[in-house]
């Protein structure tokens, strides 16, 4: 059977047994974070409007990992960074959409920040996929949150969008060339982001009202992600014919980006990475400038969370040549850990240094990159390595304790399941027997046999009950 196979697909033993090694390091960690996902939408449907629930439903269909951080947050700012990100998704619909006519395109992108404001706007044939076209045919209900919003939020998002709209239509017709090209175009497309959820936190009094002035600080954090997004895109984007790697970055060790996805270039596509992956690195000092200053734990686990994951990325992108045969991620057990785990600046200090030595320990020296590498590595270190030596002495020491807690609680949550399915067999069975001694005590009539039963009524059946158990 289907199951079956399943089974068997797994492969060798030793490929099972890693399986299941990871099964059983991550299981706690991702059922945690399911019953928090589960708890959180919970909330948020029961007490929303109808605009409202489809605005966070949106926000899920969208973005499942950036959704999670921001239902996270507290209050009225949750809802404007909700919308903040709904009003920036559809302005990135309309960039990316190639179908879209671009004697429309442009002129949208322009006035975006103003058709937020009209009441009842939508666009149906703009959108990529389903999600994108829901998105934009509904954006009238996102408008109509975005209105209800505190004037000192919609200013913020009004002035972030418009920004981002005319650098969004400047790059339609110019291509990134230079360093400073890609810096800009990241600035255009996620520092600003940076820069617009700083003054959105000081407008929350959640912060500190310096985060206003924070813009060096604020663009860094929205390039560090962007950056990653880029380079671990290539296949994606290469085949969409949209790319954005510098080409002083790429013609260095090739004449056409597209010769990296031929095997024949795999040596010059690894090193033209590194080269990226380094420079990318540049911004986590900014990163953790950031994060050190941020007071709410809300605020804090929702800035720091996306940037430790764009740090695993990063680790996992470096000098691998499987980022120009497919898309390179994170196992979902490792991710669950990184949401449960970043709670405070000593947490994304741990988190750092270890992805900063993976990094530093898959150089390779005769990458023309290497030495440079390794200093951006060992400055990220001097930052992060005594905190992080604190973090990981406290973290073995609480390792046994927390693995039988977090044991347990599955252990207990797979066998009150069980126990539920135990009993509705049960009754089954029970509803069977009665249904077959009523036909066996009634009149046979003549010439007719007595029918015979194919389910036992003395004996427990026990494949009847475990074998849909395994099905499921």
């Given at each position: 059977d289907k199951d079956g196979q399943a089974f068997r697909d797994l492969g060798s033993p030793r490929r099972m047994a890693g399986s299941l090694s990871a099964?059983?390091?991550y299981a706690p960690a991702l059922f945690l974070l399911y019953m928090r996902m589960r708890r959180t939408k919970q909330l948020l449907t029961q007490t929303a409007s109808p605009q409202w629930q489809f605005s966070y439903e949106m926000l899920t269909r969208t973005s499942r990992s950036f959704a999670l951080v921001?239902?996270?947050?507290?209050?009225?700012?949750?809802?404007?960074?909700?919308?903040?990100?709904?009003?920036?998704?559809?302005?990135?619909?309309?960039?990316?959409?190639?179908?879209?006519?671009?004697?429309?395109?442009?002129?949208?992108?322009?006035?975006?920040?103003?058709?937020?404001?009209?009441?009842?706007w939508t666009l149906t044939d703009c959108g990529e996929n389903d999600n994108e076209l829901t998105l934009m045919s509904n954006f009238d209900q996102i408008i109509t949150c975005y209105l209800g919003l505190k004037p000192i939020y919609r200013n913020v998002i009004k002035?972030?969008?418009?920004?981002?709209?005319?650098?969004?239509?400047?790059?339609?017709?110019?291509?990134?060339?230079?360093?400073?090209?890609?810096?800009?175009?990241?600035?255009?497309?996620?520092?600003?982001?940076?820069?617009?959820?700083?003054?959105?936190?000081a407008a929350s009094q959640l912060e500190d009202q310096s985060f206003r002035t924070a813009?060096?600080?604020?663009?860094?954090?929205?390039?560090?992600?962007?950056?990653?997004?880029?380079?671990?895109?290539?296949?994606?984007?290469?085949?969409?014919?949209?790319?954005?790697?510098?080409?002083?970055?790429?013609?260095?060790?090739?004449d056409k980006l597209e010769n990296f996805a031929d095997p024949h270039y795999r040596r010059e596509a690894v090193h033209c990475l590194n080269d990226l992956v380094t420079n990318a690195l540049q911004h986590i000092p900014e990163c953790l400038e950031y994060m050190s200053r941020l007071?709410?734990?809300?605020?804090?686990?929702?800035?720091?969370?996306?940037?430790?994951?764009?740090?695993?990325?990063?680790?996992?992108?470096?000098?691998?040549?499987?980022?120009?045969?497919?898309?390179?991620?994170?196992?979902?057990?490792?991710?669950?850990?990184?949401?449960?785990?970043?709670?405070?600046?000593?947490?994304?200090?741990?988190?750092?240094?270890h992805y900063v030595q993976?990094?530093?320990?898959?150089?390779?020296?005769?990458?023309?990159?290497?030495?440079?590498?390794?200093?951006?590595?060992?400055?990220?270190?001097?930052?992060?390595?005594?905190?992080a030596s604190k973090v990981r002495a406290k973290k073995e020491a609480e390792s046994d304790r927390t693995h039988y807690v977090l044991g347990g609680a599955l252990l207990l949550g797979s066998t009150l399941f069980l126990r539920q399915r135990w009993k509705r067999e049960r009754?089954?069975?029970?509803?069977?027997?009665?249904?077959?001694?009523?036909e066996t005590s009634s009149p046979i009539e003549l010439g007719s046999e007595p029918t015979q039963s194919n389910n036992p009524t003395s004996v427990f059946n026990a494949s009847h009950m475990i074998k849909p158990v395994i099905a499921k």
């Open positions: 099964l059983h390091a921001i239902q996270e947050l507290q209050g009225d700012l949750r809802d404007a960074i909700c919308i903040f990100y709904l009003v920036l998704r559809g302005l990135d619909t309309i960039e990316d959409d190639p179908g879209f006519p671009m004697d429309k395109k442009v002129p949208l992108l322009h006035t975006f920040s103003e058709v937020i404001e009209q009441r009842g002035d972030i969008t418009k920004r981002m709209g005319d650098g969004m239509a400047d790059f339609l017709t110019k291509t990134v060339v230079t360093v400073k090209d890609w810096d800009l175009y990241c600035h255009y497309v996620a520092g600003l982001v940076g820069i617009g959820l700083s003054n959105l936190f813009d060096k600080l604020s663009n860094s954090m929205g390039l560090f992600l962007q950056k990653t997004n880029i380079i671990r895109d290539y296949r994606e984007d290469i085949f969409s014919c949209r790319m954005f790697w510098p080409d002083d970055i790429w013609k260095k060790y090739t007071r709410n734990p809300k605020d804090f686990t929702f800035c720091a969370i996306p940037q430790v994951m764009a740090a695993a990325t990063l680790s996992l992108c470096f000098n691998n040549p499987e980022v120009f045969e497919g898309v390179v991620k994170m196992r979902r057990g490792e991710t669950a850990l990184v949401f449960l785990n970043v709670v405070d600046i000593s947490s994304v200090y741990y988190y750092f240094d993976v990094i530093e320990n898959k150089i390779d020296p005769s990458d023309p990159n290497a030495e440079r590498t390794r200093q951006i590595c060992s400055h990220v270190r001097q930052i992060t390595a005594a905190t009754q089954k069975r029970t509803e069977q027997e009665e249904q077959q001694q009523k």
